[in-house]
Every structure is written in structure tokens, then in C-alpha cells.
């Protein structure tokens, strides 16, 4: 299923409505896939396109979509919250290489369906706990900043 058919449907389950500023949020994640955006970065991307959409309603609208499960948040080291999109056509799984350094994300999808599959059967045997998504980060230093030091 398209991603915005999903975004509509995700909206209408939960009685909401989709307004136009609520679409154009969406868009600025969808058009930035391969980015994780602070709240100042998305609202700086959309005001090129809707320059009267202050950064409260920004602020407002992310968080909708993050209770919404649309986002998923992902926080660094230094406390900053970065955004991306939760859903998506296919396989969405991807393990975060986050650079302590300079704080560069690299998205890694050569995740081994095997040995995620052979995790999720030890919570569930081990702890009764039944595994409905997950976000995988590793923080260390990026090729750039591994030469610098
Ligand atoms: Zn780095
Ligand atoms: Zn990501």
C-alpha cells in the first residue's frame, strides 16, 4: 500500500482529520527520507512552501503524527530529537550508525532477517514478550571523524 493511502487511513481510524498543513508535514518526511529532521529543520523545509505555518504548529502537527505511530523519534546523545517516517511501502527495518562525533546518521537496511528473527523468539520464549516493532542503534565514530582521531 502507497504511503499516503496508509498516512489517510492511519488518520481516519483515529478520527482525524487531515488538514492541509498536516499533509504538507508529511511530505517534508516523505521527501526527505534518507534525513532525520529536528523540529526546526522540518519547519525550516515547509515554510518554503507554506511561509505563514509558525514552528508551534509544527512542534504540534510532529507530535500528532508521533502518537499517530506515522514517526517514529529517534533522541542522540546530546539530546536532540530527530524525526523519520514509520511507515512505508516495504521493508522499513533499518539500524541506525549514529556518529558521536559529528552526529552523521547512516542508515544501514543489511539488517539479517535471521538473527532478528532468532532475538524475537528468545523476548517472547525468555520474557513473555511479544516483539511489535523495534529501532536499532549503534553510536560510535563515523570513517570521517575514525581518521581524525
Ligand atoms: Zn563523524
Ligand atoms: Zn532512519
New binding site residues.
Given amino acids: 500500500m502507497k504511503v499516503l493511502q496508509q498516512f489517510y487511513e492511519i488518520f481516519e481510524e483515529n478520527n482525524y482529520k487531515v488538514t492541509e498543513q498536516r499533509k504538507l508535514l508529511f511530505e517534508a518526511f516523505l521527501e526527505n527520507r534518507e534525513k532525520h529532521m529536528t523540529v526546526e529543520e522540518v519547519h525550516g523545509y515547509i515554510i518554503k512552501k507554506d511561509p505563514g505555518i509558525g514552528i508551534a504548529t509544527v512542534y504540534r502537527s510532529i507530535q500528532l503524527l508521533y502518537e499517530l505511530k506515522i514517526l517514529q523519534k529517534l533522541i542522540l546523545d546530546d539530546g536532540t530529537r530527530r524525526y523519520e517516517l514509520n511507515i512505508s511501502e516495504g521493508n522499513s527495518i533499518h539500524y541506525h550508525l549514529i556518529?558521536?562525533?559529528?552526529?552523521?546518521i547512516i542508515e544501514s537496511y543489511e539488517l539479517r532477517d535471521d538473527l532478528l528473527e532468532s532475538m524475537k523468539k528468545i523476548f517472547d520464549e525468555d520474557y513473555g514478550f511479544l516483539v511489535s516493532g523495534q529501532q536499532i542503534n549503534f553510536f560510535g565514530?563515523?570513517?570521517?571523524?575514525?581518521d581524525i582521531k
Wanted: glycine content about 8%; some cysteine; proline content about 0%.
Fill in positions: 556518529c558521536r562525533e559529528c552526529g552523521e565514530l563515523c570513517e570521517k571523524c575514525r
